[in-house]
């Protein structure tokens, strides 16, 4: 397919793109979810979706997150590809009966004969000075349960990529959405239709002397401390994860046998995080390589608070580095 000319887009917008682009390819996707027609989406993720598309293909919802994943999945079953959007990803934990016992377990159950072709959108993380509810970070949640994908992008052009890819997936993907990198930078997104790779860590930024970890909004903060490291003379290995679950676990192998060292930032509380899972592979598989101990830097075990302290909450590039220039004084053993 030949490539159209790229525009500068933010995050949020090359959603929309994405959006409106593979409801043009396939009939069969449709968009539901609260406000999201007439509205254009709390975010204005689906802005002029329903203009061009109608109310039968992008239909507002009631104000019930478990119907709109229940409706996702009957939709799926029958042939259609629905993209659902629940508004905050706080909203999620009663979509969490639906995906697991439902949508999650649909191949398996009938033995490959029923898929589940669905996408499930929500903005993700804090920083956006919202209310309760608003601002958690509920990757680990969905990435537990077997047979659910799910991607955080990170940029505009993943974002893009990533969620063509997402839709087109036979299987059901959790899509989460760093809400507060909806507008914070623009870049070049050609919309001409080619899917990202799904299930694949993003080589950022080559490095030899550690191995930063990260994905979603922390991108942001991890890209900052990369300079800043390299600045001082730090060659730091960057690495956004994108896919969550399946976990590339073999690009984050390769690059800590390379480097040695490994710090993994994440927005979401410290206990039971994926940063855990992510150290876990780690120590397994590379274990030998390691010349100081894998060091995760996270948000904290307490509920994400309100606007006033939430970057109290949120690890900053200050705390980042300091888990690096801890990481990189230990000396290898021999």
Known sequence: MARRKAAE????????????????????????????????????????????????????????????????????????????????????????????????????????RITCPMVIRAP???????????????????????????????????????????????????????????????????????????????????GTDLTLISWGGMMHEVRIAADQLAADGVDAEVIDVATLKPLDTQTLVASVAKTGRCVIVEESPRAGGWASEIAAELAEHAMMNLFAPIARVSGYDTIMPLARTEARFIPDVGRILSAVRKTLEIAPLG
């Open 124 to 206: 993700n993380g804090g920083g956006i000075h919202a209310p309760e509810h608003h601002s958690e970070s509920v990757e680990a949640f969905f990435a537990h349960v077997p047979g659910l994908r799910v991607v955080v992008p990170s940029t505009p052009a993943r974002a893009y990529g990533l969620l063509l890819a997402a839709i087109r997936d036979p299987d059901p993907v959790v899509f989460l959405e760093p809400a507060r990198c909806y507008r914070l930078f623009r870049e070049a997104v050609a919309d001409d239709g080619i899917a990202a790779p799904l299930d694949t860590c993003f080589v950022e930024r080559e």
């Open 9 to 112: 887009v933010t995050l949020v917008e090359a959603i929309n793109l994405a959006l409106h682009h593979e409801m043009a390819r396939d009939e069969n996707v449709v968009v539901l979810g609260e406000d999201v027609g007439a509205n254009g989406g709390v975010f204005r993720a689906t802005v002029g979706l329903q203009e061009k598309f109608g109310p039968g293909r992008v239909i507002d919802t009631p104000l019930a997150e478990l119907l709109i994943s229940a409706m996702a999945i009957g939709m799926a079953t029958q042939g259609l590809k629905p993209v659902a959007e629940i508004q905050f990803s706080g909203f999620m934990y009663s979509c969490l009966d639906q995906l697991a016992n439902h949508a999650a377990r649909l191949r398996h159950r009938t033995h490959g």
